[in-house]
């Protein structure tokens, strides 16, 4: 009689660390979530900063629909009062979680380069990397208002379930290779 060797691999686990300093996976969320996001940002990057307004236009659009929204600060020097006061000034409680990434570990696995810079996981990969919109054409050019939103698109398709319209867009920020030093 023939048997098959059935080999089960582990889950993929991203560990990066609550402001707590405990260690979460990036990776799991609550039940019922069709998507995270991941938003690389930075409590100096003023590109960052300016983004907020639009982060919680788009956190409010797609919270009822299953998305889980986190801000990922990737640099080290960044502690948790930073964060939170950071969070407190841009009124990002109840829009996203916070979580730190001192080791890139989440920034090697999306292959984030810049903040701000998007990421959705879903279907157990990254579906999209990315702008939020192209209002910055790069460093010290601004458009006045967006002629595409890429991230809204992207989480638009994906709770939607069809396929997001451009998978990678180049994002335009402070290098986060810059922060990790």
Do not use: W
């Not at 979530?33 to 003023?46: G, N, Q, Y």
């Amino acid at each position: 009689m023939y048997h098959r060797s059935v080999i089960f691999l582990p889950l993929l686990a991203i560990l990066v660390q609550a402001l707590s300093g405990a260690p979460v996976d990036a990776l799991q969320a609550p039940a019922g979530a069709k998507a995270i996001v991941f938003l690389f940002t930075s409590t100096e990057c003023p590109i960052s900063n300016r983004y907020a307004p639009e982060v919680h236009r788009i956190a409010k659009s797609f919270a009822s629909k299953g998305v889980v929204f986190r801000l990922v600060y990737p640099s080290p020097s960044e502690d948790a009062a930073a964060i939170r006061e950071h969070m407190a000034a841009f009124s990002y409680a109840g829009s996203a979680d916070a979580v730190r990434d001192p080791k890139s570990a989440l920034v090697k696995f999306v292959g984030a380069t810049v903040t701000p810079e998007a990421a959705i996981f879903a279907n157990g990969r990254i579906v999209y990397r990315g702008r939020i919109d192209d209002r910055f054409v790069d460093l010290g050019r601004e458009r006045p208002a967006p002629t595409e939103r890429d991230l809204f698109d992207a989480l638009t398709a994906v709770v939607a379930g069809t396929p997001v319209p451009h998978a990678t867009t180049q994002a335009v920020g402070c290098f986060i290779s810059d922060l990790v030093r």
